[in-house]
């Protein structure tokens, strides 16, 4: 049977176990925007992955390209976005339409190594979860003045539980 | 004698081969190829042509979805058949910072159960979460098989230059093979007049005299804990290269192609010239395979 072309969304994350530095380094940012209700902020790397995949094709892309089998864990994620808690907001920052995707082209060419020939394009972009008593005029300062180029990248967040 | 035969694998985004083919020639090899990965693919050049294959340093595929990640896959996907004929036949492996990371994730290194390809190791990002660009004192493991450290100094002063060079372990089982196999070659160790677990802060209370009149005693205790930044990454074990349990494929982080002349050394008109670090690396892999 023939898979159906479609976009799979992907976040890959560090293992709790381990240090995210990049993470650790944006918290210390926010802190220095004056925005002290921080607590904590994880890193997601995101993809989206256009084509025809078979399921065994898309574990052999998420599993033996985008994630690091010692030190991350990925998962598919829907539309509705990040998996964020209450007391949680989700960050994604994707490029805008027409701007290069340098990384996502390497992950055409890393899919394609795999054998993977139903890949049409892949798009990549980040992901944030912040932890802290947020509020969204908070959330968006920290997108515009830090996580997004406005110029060339779009971002949305979501409060958890909402 | 045989002549030997060195090829320096590029590909998009490697730009330590210049050096590292340099180095090898100091070293006293007679033909050092540069050459592009996708010759091997297409088959207008065989491996087989050489004596030792060189990964050498820089950011492949631009290290855009982890360090080396994507020649790792290329060349599992691409060239394994061809890479194990060679470790077959006794050749020799090394892999230098960009080129370690690909070994490791090909599941070349460290191989604790022999045959074995899989990956049991990953170099991650730096817990700095910074690149880390400086030189580094590193202790050899005497008791390693590996063959491109043998006979040198029990501490080496060499460059470290990654972003991501933390090397971690897949299990506790990995690790407890790794030393009695004797896979870690190279370990960071706190510079000579550094107490072992002492902080930068605390270190930085030494005198610059008291550093230079210390500087030719031994590094400090491996067996203790190397803080950073004398462990520029946070590394499990304060590990800066590993051997599989032949000791011919070897990879490290650190680049020794970068201390092949006695001036490369940042204090070399205070302290005099002495024998580069780093050259003993490539005349260990050259002489190796002239003894084979």
């Known amino acids: 049977m023939t898979a159906e072309s479609k976009t799979r969304r992907i976040a890959v994350v560090n293992r709790k176990e381990v240090v995210d530095a990049v993470g650790e380094g944006l918290r210390g940012d926010i802190l220095d925007l004056g925005i002290g209700s921080v607590e904590g902020v994880r890193h997601v790397r995101l993809y ?7 399921a065994a094709e898309l574990d052999r892309i998420t599993s033996g390209l985008l994630t690091d089998p010692v030190t991350q864990e990925h998962l598919e994620i829907a539309d509705a976005g990040l998996p964020v808690a209450p007391g949680e907001w989700g960050v994604e920052v994707w490029f805008r339409p027409g701007v290069t995707d340098a990384v996502g082209e390497t992950a055409l060419k890393g899919s ?5 020939a139903g890949i049409e394009s892949v798009d990549t972009g980040r992901g944030y979860i912040l932890a802290g008593p947020l509020i969204r005029s908070q959330v968006d300062t920290i997108c515009r003045r830090l996580l997004a180029n406005d110029v060339i990248e779009r971002y949305a967040c ?3 539980g909402q | 004698m045989s002549k030997v035969s060195v090829l320096i694998l590029r590909a998009a985004g490697i730009n330590c081969d210049e050096e590292t083919a340099h180095a090898f020639r100091l070293a006293g090899a007679e033909r050092v190829d540069p050459v592009h990965i996708n010759a091997f693919i297409q088959g207008s050049r065989r491996l087989s042509e050489y004596d030792v294959l060189v990964l050498s340093g ?5 290290d855009d979805l982890s360090g080396g990640k994507v020649l790792a896959n290329e060349m599992q996907c691409k060239l394994m058949e061809d890479v194990e004929t ?4 006794g050749k020799l492996i090394l892999g230098i910072c960009n080129g370690f990371q690909v070994l490791v994730k090909m599941g070349l290194l460290p191989q604790t159960e022999p045959g074995g390809r899989r990956q049991e190791a990953t170099v991650f990002y730096n817990d700095s979460g910074k690149f880390e660009c400086r030189w580094v004192y590193l202790r050899r493991n005497p008791a390693s098989p590996c063959v491109f450290t043998r006979d040198m100094p029990e501490t080496i002063y060499i460059p ?3 972003g991501e060079g933390k090397v971690m372990l897949a299990s506790e089982d990995v690790q407890a093979r790794l030393g009695p196999g004797g896979h870690i070659a190279l370990q960071y160790v706190n510079p000579p007049w550094v107490a072992t677990g002492e902080s930068a802060e605390e270190a930085a209370g ?9 500087a030719g005693a031994a590094a400090g ?8 930044p004398w462990s520029p990454n946070g590394s499990v074990d304060a590990i800066a290269g590993i051997c599989d349990a032949t000791g011919r494929i070897f990879g490290l982080m650190p680049h020794p192609e970068r201390y092949t002349h006695p001036t490369h050394h940042p204090r070399w008109t205070r302290e005099g010239c002495r024998e580069p670090d780093g050259l003993h690396i490539f005349r260990n892999a050259v002489n190796y395979v002239r003894g084979a």
């Open chain 1, 48 to 54: 989206a992955l256009h084509g025809a995949l078979s």
């Open chain 1, 112 to 116: 394609r190594d795999l054998g993977v």
């Open chain 1, 158 to 160: 979501y409060e958890g």
């Open chain 2, 58 to 62: 820089g950011f492949s595929y631009g």
């Open chain 2, 86 to 89: 060679f470790t077959g036949e």
């Open chain 2, 160 to 162: 470290v230059a990654n």
């Open chain 2, 206 to 214: 030494a005198t610059a005299a008291a550093a230079r009149e210390a």
């Open chain 2, 221 to 228: 205790d491996v067996t203790g804990e190397t803080a950073y």
